[in-house]
C-alpha cells in the first residue's frame, strides 16, 4: 500500500481558494498520519469493484461511505446486494472529494488521472494491487485491514480463508483438464486468479499446453483440437457484442454436448475476495461429477 | 471466354481447397481433408466441418458477391470507380447490422440480422444513386459515397459506443475492416439467401448493362427500361451487401479491383464482366483470408486492411487515368 503525500506541484496556482484550503488540510492531515497511528479513518470512500468488496467485508458499520456502483452489479460483483446499501460512485474525482473522504482506496488500474487529482486536492488514496494468486488474497485482506485500522477482522477473515481454502484443495493423482475461454477467444494461464481457481479445484488449465502459459488468445481450432474435460466460459454481456459470439460457435456446443463439462465464470471468478472459495467448491463438484 | 471461365472456375477451387487446409492447428493437408469428407467422432471433423468449411464457404460467398455487384453498379453507371465499399453501401449495411444487433432484433428474430443490414445497404445505394444521379460524373459520385460512407461509420462508431457491452466499443473496426475469424455455418445460412437472390437479380441484367454501353437513349430504344434497371441494381446490390456485411463487416475494394482486372480478357462486356467478376472476387477473398492467417497468423489481421493494400493503388490509378482523359 502507497499513502502518497498531496502533491506540492498542484494546481494551486490561479485555481479557487478552495482547492487551496483543501490542501493545506491535508498536508496537515497526512503530516499527522505520518506522525503515527492517527485513529482509523473515519469516512472511506472505495473507487475499485475489488477494494470495494474487501472494503464491505472488513469496514466498520458506517466507516465506509460508498462504493463504486460496479460493485451494484451482479455481473461483477460478489457483493451487489451488499453494494446496494451504499451510496455509488463512478470513480471520478469530483464526486469523490464532494464526498469529503478522509481515505480513497483505489485498485492499481484505477484511473490514474483520478488518482493523482484526488492527491492534489489533499485526499490520502490508498493504492491496493490486484490479487493474481490465492496466496495474494489472504495479504490483500490483510492489506485492506491495515488501511482501514480493522487488523484484527483482517486477521480473523483471513484464517478463515485460508482454512477454507485448505479443506477444499486435495491430492488428485489425475487432474481433468479444463480451458477457460473468454470473449475473442481468450484464455487465462495458471498465474493468474482464473487459473488458480482451477487448480484448486482439482483441474489442470489447458493454457499450457496449447502455448500459451501465460494466456492469451487461444484459437477456436486449438481449443476443439486439445479435447478439455471440462470447459469454462465467460458469461455474455447484455447487448451482444461480436466479441462475446465466439462463446456461442457451435464448436463449442458440440464440444458440451460430446464430452467437456460446462460451467460458466462468474462474478466470483472477478476478484481476490474469499467468494473465490465458493468458486472453486463449484468447480470441484464439477470435477467430481466428472470422475 | 470458356478459357477463362475454366481458368477462373480452376482459380477459385484450388484457392478454395489451401483455404481449409491452413489454420492454427497445424494439420497435414491430406489428412484434413479426410476428416472433412469422412467424418468421425474425432476433434478434426469438428473443426474442419464446423469452423474451416464454413470459412472457406463464406470467403467464396461474400467474395463473389462483392465481385459482383461491383461489377454491376459498375456496368450501370458507366464508371469504373464504383464500388460497394468505396461509395458507402458496405458502411451502411454494416450500420443496418450494427442497429439490428443492439437494439436486440438479431437476437429476436433470425432474420432481423441480414434484414436490417440489408435496409442499410437500401438506403446507401439508393442515396448514392440519387445524389450522383444517372448523368453524375466520377466526382459527384465519389464525393456522395464520401458523405454517405461518413456518416454512416460515424453512427455506426456511435451506436457501438453508446451500447453497455464492454466489448462492442472495440468492435468498430470489424465492421469497418471486415474479418471472417471464427464464423460458423449459422452465418452462412443467414447470408447465402440474400447473396443468392441479390446474384440472381443481378446476373439478368447482363443484357440490359450491355445495351447502356451505347448511351441510354440507344438503349431504351432497345427496349431497356432505364428506370427499371435502377430499381433491380439497388435491390440486387443491397441484398448482397447486405447478406455479406451482416456476417462479414464491410470490405471494401473488392468491387473495384477485380472488374478492373478482368474487364480486357471479357472485351469491355458488362455483361460477362458479372460472372467474371463474381468469380474473381470469390478468389480475391479466398487469397486474402489465406494471406490474413499465413502472413500474422497470432493475430487477428482483419480483410479489409489486405483487400484496401492492393485496392488503394488501383483506385489512385484509376483516377490518373480518368483525370488524364477528362484533360
Redesign the interface.
Known amino acids: 500500500m502507497r499513502v502518497m503525500p498531496p502533491g506540492r506541484s498542484g494546481p494551486c496556482r490561479g485555481a479557487i481558494w478552495r482547492v487551496v484550503a483543501a490542501a493545506i488540510a491535508a498536508v496537515v492531515a497526512t503530516e499527522a498520519l505520518a506522525e503515527g497511528p492517527a485513529g482509523p479513518p473515519a469516512r472511506v470512500v472505495s473507487m475499485n469493484l475489488c477494494t470495494d468488496q474487501l472494503a464491505m467485508l472488513l469496514a466498520a458499520p458506517g466507516q465506509l461511505v460508498s462504493v463504486s456502483s460496479l460493485a451494484q452489479d451482479p455481473r461483477g460483483s460478489a457483493m451487489a446486494t451488499e453494494a446496494a446499501a451504499y451510496p455509488s460512485n463512478r470513480g471520478l474525482a469530483e464526486e469523490i472529494y464532494l464526498l469529503d473522504p478522509d481515505l480513497v482506496i483505489a485498485g492499481s488500474f484505477s484511473t490514474q488521472a483520478t488518482v493523482d487529482m484526488l492527491r492534489r486536492l489533499g485526499v490520502p488514496v490508498a493504492v491496493l494491487d490486484p490479487a493474481y494468486s490465492m496466496a495474494d488474497i489472504g495479504d490483500r485482506i490483510e492489506e485492506m485491514g491495515r488501511v482501514l485500522g480493522r487488523a484484527e477482522a483482517a486477521a480473523q477473515l483471513r484464517a478463515e480463508f485460508e482454512a477454507g481454502l485448505a479443506a477444499l484443495r486435495e491430492e488428485i493423482a489425475t487432474r481433468p483438464r479444463a480451458a477457460l475461454y473468454y470473449a475473442n477467444g481468450y484464455t487465462s494461464g495458471d498465474r493468474t486468479l482464473a487459473g488458480e481457481i482451477l487448480l484448486a479445484a482439482g483441474f489442470a488449465n489447458i493454457a499450457a499446453e496449447a502455448g500459451l502459459p501465460e494466456g492469451g488468445v487461444m484459437p477456436l481450432e486449438i481449443l476443439a483440437m486439445a479435447e478439455p474435460d471440462a470447459l469454462v466460459t465467460g458469461r455474455p454481456y447484455p447487448r451482444a457484442s461480436r466479441a462475446e459470439e465466439i462463446l456461442d460457435h457451435p464448436v463449442l456446443h458440440q464440444m458440451r454436448e460430446r464430452r467437456a463439462a460446462g460451467a460458466v465464470s462468474d462474478s466470483e471468478w472477478v476478484c481476490g475476495t474469499p467468494h473465490v472459495l465458493q468458486a472453486v467448491g463449484r468447480m470441484r463438484a464439477l470435477r467430481e461429477r466428472l470422475e | 471466354m470458356r478459357a477463362l471461365a475454366l481458368g477462373l472456375c480452376g482459380l477459385v477451387a484450388a484457392l478454395f481447397a489451401v483455404s481449409l487446409t491452413v489454420?492454427?492447428?497445424e494439420i497435414g493437408p491430406g489428412e484434413s481433408l479426410r476428416a472433412l469428407v469422412m467424418g468421425d467422432?474425432g476433434?478434426?471433423t469438428?473443426?474442419m466441418r464446423?469452423?474451416?468449411l464454413p470459412r472457406a464457404l463464406l470467403a467464396a460467398l461474400v467474395g463473389g458477391g462483392l465481385g459482383l455487384a461491383g461489377a454491376a453498379m459498375q456496368g450501370y453507371l458507366r464508371n469504373p470507380l464504383a464500388d460497394p465499399g468505396l461509395i458507402g453501401v458496405s458502411a451502411s449495411a454494416a450500420l443496418g447490422a450494427v442497429l439490428a444487433?443492439?437494439t436486440?432484433v438479431?437476437?429476436a428474430v433470425w432474420i432481423g440480422l441480414p434484414a436490417m443490414a440489408l435496409i442499410g445497404a437500401a438506403l446507401g445505394v439508393g442515396l448514392v444513386l440519387m445524389l450522383a444521379g444517372q448523368h453524375g460524373g466520377s466526382l459527384t459520385l465519389i464525393l456522395a459515397g464520401i458523405a454517405v460512407s461518413a456518416l454512416a461509420g460515424a453512427l455506426t462508431a456511435l451506436v457501438l459506443n453508446l451500447?453497455?457491452?464492454?466489448?462492442?466499443a472495440?468492435?468498430i473496426v470489424?465492421w469497418t475492416m471486415g474479418s471472417l475469424a471464427?464464423r460458423?455455418?449459422?452465418h452462412l445460412w443467414l447470408a447465402l439467401p440474400l447473396v443468392v437472390a441479390g446474384a440472381a437479380v443481378l446476373l439478368r441484367l447482363g443484357p440490359a448493362l450491355d445495351a447502356l454501353t451505347l448511351g441510354e437513349d440507344a438503349a431504351a430504344s432497345l427496349g431497356v427500361r432505364v428506370e427499371r434497371l435502377r430499381l433491380s441494381l439497388v435491390a440486387g446490390t443491397a441484398l448482397i451487401v447486405g447478406g455479406t456485411t451482416a456476417v462479414a463487416g464491410a470490405i471494401g475494394f473488392v468491387g473495384l479491383v477485380i472488374p478492373h482486372i478482368l474487364r480486357p480478357l471479357v472485351g469491355a462486356r458488362p455483361a460477362r464482366l458479372l460472372w467474371a467478376s463474381a468469380l474473381g472476387g470469390a478468389a480475391l477473398i479466398l487469397a486474402a483470408d489465406i494471406a490474413v492467417r499465413v502472413v500474422v497468423p497470432?493475430r487477428?489481421l482483419k480483410l479489409g486492411v489486405l483487400t484496401a493494400l492492393v485496392g488503394a493503388p488501383v483506385f489512385l490509378h484509376l483516377i490518373w487515368r480518368s483525370r488524364r482523359l477528362e484533360a
Open positions: 489454420g492454427p492447428a467422432a476433434p478434426l469438428l473443426v464446423e469452423i474451416r444487433i443492439q436486440g438479431a437476437a451500447s453497455p457491452n464492454p466489448f462492442a472495440s468492435e470489424f471464427d460458423s455455418m449459422s497470432e487477428d
